[in-house]
């Protein structure tokens, strides 16, 4: 076989012509369906690659998306900004964070708005900067405001353990980590709560495609055995989404319940375990995180473990730091669209007072949120 | 935010710590904290995530899929052509 070659990475999995061929299996694959299916791409990367190339327009009508919410500058509720504005707006304060998160509005406005307003706040493409930016200012306390799925909470924990090995004196955290598997249950279990009354379901998982690099297919292992729905943890390409998605049909016509792999070049069952030791050794459960768009979800967020306290920014800053819950804006239906019930141009503010310069729902906030894909790309639908 | 970029392997650091890695003729440091000591050589290809190296790409694997999507190809050009002849066989206009 030859050898690979770096492009191969890129092209082979963008090429248009395998992407129309995998269409073709799919439609003929989709004729022996009993029922039409709703599959879930659970992550904001897929919503945003499905959208991209137009993958719906290419699919029977049989097989429909539900864009779930794995997005976490998306889900991260107001109060959680809110934090991050107030302590980007204290005058010993440098915030860090991912350029992710610069425009994100909480209920004062976004870290954009704080910084015209000569808060400093840093935008870094790594966490690790944060070590660069402390030792520069050792009369401030920089605090790294730190936002993702199990794909980037491994990064933190890896800053924290630097800080502690080398006693860095000025750098804390502020933990808003979220894990996947425990939303996607509460998807499936909210929507058996509430059957009677949703227009769609969730047939089947078109599983993430990074957050499974650290921390395995074996987070999925309860879906196909406890709740039957299949998982087909999927690449970010669209050669990929293409390929998952035929996989998943195939499941349905061979009256299969399986967890899956199709990002095999990357993905494996147990992941990168030195990754998920460093999560497990520096950060704990919190029994709730509340999720824009969803409310509470059990078991959802991290927070740096107890003997960290000292790191911690909302312990150390706790005195200004606001404590009230935020709620999502009444007309906006975030909720429904993440929980399939509904699709982003049913919203009535959707494309008019809810866009992506000023979005007033979660799933409008970032490019992979649902709303801005629909947005975005929504004249190919 | 979950986005990684496949690149290759160019150098890595004494300590093992860090490694150099191009992307497409970008070249940039990356973090090795997050692989075990001897898991990453010059010429691999890993994937790329906020700094750090997240996992080797299985080279193997990625084969087996174009290789697949080869074969699939393949497939379909031929299943075009036998319908092609079939539809030729059945022109009403002839």
Redesign the interface.
Known sequence: MKELQLKNLYDNFRDGETIKAYAKIIAQDAKKLKKPINIMEVCGGHTHTIMKFGLPQLLPKNINFIHGPGCPVCIMPKERIDHAYVLAMQSDVILVTLGDMIKVPGSNGSLQDARSKGADVRFVYSPMESLKIASENPDKKVVFFAIGFETTTPMTAVLVEQVIKLKIPNILFHINHVTVPEVMVELIDSRDIHVDSYNNQIDAFLGPSHVSVISGSKIYDKFPKEYKRPVVVTGFEPVDAMQGISMIVKQFIENRCELEIQYKRVVSYEGNLKAQALIEKYFEKVSLFRWRGLGNVPNSGLKLRDEFDAYNAEIVYKDVLPIAEIEDHKLCICGDILRGMAKPQECTIFGTACKPTSPVGSCMVSSEGACSAYYKYGNLL | ????I???VVEVSEDKTMCRV???GVQREA?L????EDDIKIGD?V?L????V??????E???????T?KE??EL?DEEERRQAILDDDNCENR
């Not at chain 2, 935010?1 to 990684?4: G, N, R």
């Not at chain 2, 904290?33 to 075990?36: I, K, L, R, S």
């Not at chain 2, 995530?49 to 750090?52: E, K, L, M, V």
């Not at chain 2, 694997?61 to 290789?67: D, G």
């Open positions: 935010m979950c986005l990684s496949p690149s290759r191009d992307t497409m973090n904290m997050m692989m075990g290809y994937l995530h906020i700094g750090f997240m996992n080797k790409i299985d080279e694997e990625a084969l087996a899929s174009i290789e999507y699939i190809l379909m």
